[in-house]
């Protein structure tokens, strides 16, 4: 069978709507069946695809000049996509990719984000507020409430004291942080889930904090 013409091709991906961007020089030396194998999605919710369209620039920026990968927007099916930019493209570098677009889409600020890049010993870790405890309208509303305190005080208090940074999504929560870290933010939220006050749990914290400063 002989191979599709160049129109057939053009016939085939007519309608399709996406933005790549590549780094220089990647087109040569990669196969379709290479890039198609370790292809990344990160599907983005509705509510991301304005700071995603706000933060573009950046984003390629960080994906195709420091990670050397290509990276598009598929706006048909709400996925951004990152591929290999040769076949001899570092594969762990996919891994960095994925995660730090997949902690943007979760809400974290894109700054914040770049330090799955940069460090190893960085997670994401997701609970719901009803695996703690089940809470249903205005008691789950008093609760997000108190997990943010005023003006954000009481969420930006437990975050410098653990040097993690935390996402409130609705009645979903997201921690980056490392592990030790991640154990701290979780175990005080949690604290403040099942009624604690803000200020007995910001003093446990200092404690905490000031045991860890001991043993260093």
């Known amino acids: 069978m002989s191979p599709p013409s160049k129109k057939t091709i053009k016939s085939r991906t007519k309608g399709k709507k996406s933005k790549v961007v590549a780094a220089k020089d990647s087109q ?7 890039n198609f194998v370790n292809l990344r999605r990160v599907s983005v919710p509705a509510n991301r695809l304005t700071p995603l369209r706000n933060n573009w620039e950046t984003i390629v920026r960080t994906v195709v000049e420091h990670l050397k990968l290509q990276i598009r927007m598929c706006t048909k099916n709400k996925v951004v ?3 290999p930019a040769s076949e001899n493209t570092d594969l762990s570098l996919l891994q960095k990719a994925q995660d730090y677009l997949r902690a943007f889409m979760l809400g974290f600020e894109l700054k914040d984000a770049e330090a799955l890049i940069r460090l190893e ?13 089940r809470l249903s309208g205005d008691h789950l509303s008093r609760c997000i409430g108190r997990i943010s305190g005023k003006d954000g005080k009481t969420k ?30 979780r175990h005080s939220i949690c604290s403040l889930i099942l009624g604690n006050q803000p200020g007995k749990v910001y003093n446990n914290l200092c404690n905490i904090s000031k045991r860890l400063r001991e043993k260093l």
């Open 28 to 34: 040569e030396g990669t196969s379709d069946s290479y």
């Open 81 to 83: 996509e990152v591929r």
């Open 121 to 133: 010993d960085i997670f994401i870790e997701s609970f719901d507020i009803k695996d703690v405890k």
């Open 156 to 185: 930006h208090a437990i975050e410098n004291m653990t040097r993690t940074r935390v996402v409130l999504a609705q009645d979903r929560i997201h921690i980056m942080g490392s592990f030790n870290s991640i154990k701290m933010a």
